[in-house]
């Protein structure tokens, strides 16, 4: 089993700067790639950024010179640093995890573990 914890939401004013944590543990995969998404109100989930073990990363379009996701190998964990952030970023971040898969994807469906969300609220 795979467990993930995210942490580093909140509030902050547009302009401002968050970083997200996502803490992994329990099993251990050669090959995975990490994510983060991200599921406004009424609206559906959507990716956001990922990361694999060889650093090559994807972003979402409107994420792009302002988000950027890294990995601490050495204490498991990827992050999620969101700076500029506009009120259209507010959302409940979720990181995610695909095991077994080196090419980075988008797609929802390749992520088999997910953390619990952190809320992130850009006031304008």
């Known amino acids: 089993q795979v467990q993930l914890v995210e942490s580093g939401g909140g509030l902050v004013q547009a302009g401002g700067s968050l970083r997200l944590s996502c803490a992994t543990s329990?099993?251990?995969?050669?090959?995975?790639?990490m994510g983060w998404f991200r599921q406004a109100p009424g609206k559906e989930r959507e990716f956001v950024a990922a990361?694999?073990?060889?650093?090559?990363?994807s972003y979402l379009e409107s994420v792009k010179g302002r988000f950027t996701i890294s990995r601490d190998y050495t204490k498991n964990t990827v992050y999620l640093q969101m700076n500029s952030l506009k009120p259209e970023d507010t959302a409940v971040y979720y990181c995610?995890?695909?095991?077994?898969?080196?090419?980075?994807?988008?797609?929802?469906?390749?992520?088999?573990?997910w953390g619990q969300g952190t809320q992130v609220t850009v006031s304008s």
């Open positions: 995610a995890l695909a095991p077994d898969v080196r090419r980075v994807s988008p797609r929802e469906v390749e992520y088999e573990y």
């Open positions: 329990g099993r251990t995969f050669s090959d995975y790639v």
């Open positions: 990361s694999n073990w060889m650093s090559v990363t």
